[in-house]
Antibody, heavy 120, light 107 residues
Framework: QVQLVESRGGVVQPGRSLRLSCAASGFTFRTYVMHWVRQAPGKGLEWVALISFDGNNKYYADSVKGRFTISRDNSKNTLYLQMDSLRTEDTAVYYCARETIVAARAHDFWGQGTLVTVSS | AIQLTQSPSSLSASVGDRVTITCRAS??????LAWYQQKPGRAPKLLIY???ILENGVPSRFSGSGSGTDFTLSISRLQPEDFATYYC?????????FGGGTKVDIK
């Protein structure tokens, strides 16, 4: 069965860095586009970034561009999100999500989410 | 960035009611729209993709329609497990964006 398991988040001070990982299993990871989506406490969903199946193409939300970096290691079936220069407004539950392999795009599987709190 | 405006932002309904949620895009997005259901403390669940295609395993009381800028999610006969927050999402262009959500609660 498809599983996406995010690493533990945590509390980090503003301006510091944190790297999240998402371990994938139950499907051929290297053939799927992958995304990060976040949700601030009590707020709606916000798309963060995506990476193509081979890692050659990446796109970011304007709110994180230049600070966050998405990457993947297909040999380890793992997705990453490097978050630098963190701000209090980056506090959220972060989800990794798989994109459907069909031409019609959507997120058909999600991780359980991990809470990142940016606070001094 | 394409903005998605959902309405209403919240609604109260009873079991058995028909519920309709709309999602309006700030520019045309063809049929590149998905709908999700989210319950508190849980990850979102895909309901519909390509505006009207029901995801495998999703009950047939859910349906989606629309193209271009105006889209609709309908629930034909609301069940107790349907009380949740619903989001639309567009994939037509980057950045990918979500609507603000519609919370459906019990009247």
């Amino acid at each position: 069965q498809v599983q996406l398991v995010e690493s533990r988040g945590g509390v980090v001070q503003p301006g510091r860095s944190l790297r999240l990982s998402c371990a994938a299993s139950g499907f051929t990871f290297r053939t799927y586009v992958m995304h990060w989506v976040r949700q601030a406490p009590g707020k709606g969903l916000e798309w963060v970034a995506l990476i193509s199946f081979d890692g050659n193409n990446k796109y970011y939300a304007d709110s994180v561009k230049g600070r966050f970096t998405i990457s993947r290691d297909n040999s380890k079936n793992t997705l990453y999100l490097q978050m630098d220069s963190l701000r209090t407004e980056d506090t959220a539950v972060y989800y990794c999500a798989r994109e459907t392999i069909v031409a019609a795009r959507a997120h058909d599987f999600w991780g359980q989410g991990t809470l990142v709190t940016v606070s001094s | 960035a394409i903005q998605l405006t959902q309405s209403p932002s919240s609604l109260s309904a009873s079991v058995g009611d028909r519920v309709t949620i709309t999602c309006r895009a700030s520019q045309g997005i063809s049929s590149a729209l998905a709908w999700y259901q989210q319950k508190p403390g849980r990850a979102p669940k895909l309901l519909i993709y390509h505006a009207s295609i029901l995801e495998n395993g999703v009950p047939s009381r859910f349906s989606g329609s629309g193209s271009g800028t105006d889209f609709t999610l309908s629930i034909s006969r609301l069940q107790p497990e349907d009380f949740a927050t619903y989001y639309c999402q567009q994939f037509n262009s980057y950045p990918v964006t979500f609507g603000g959500g519609t919370k459906v609660d019990i009247k």
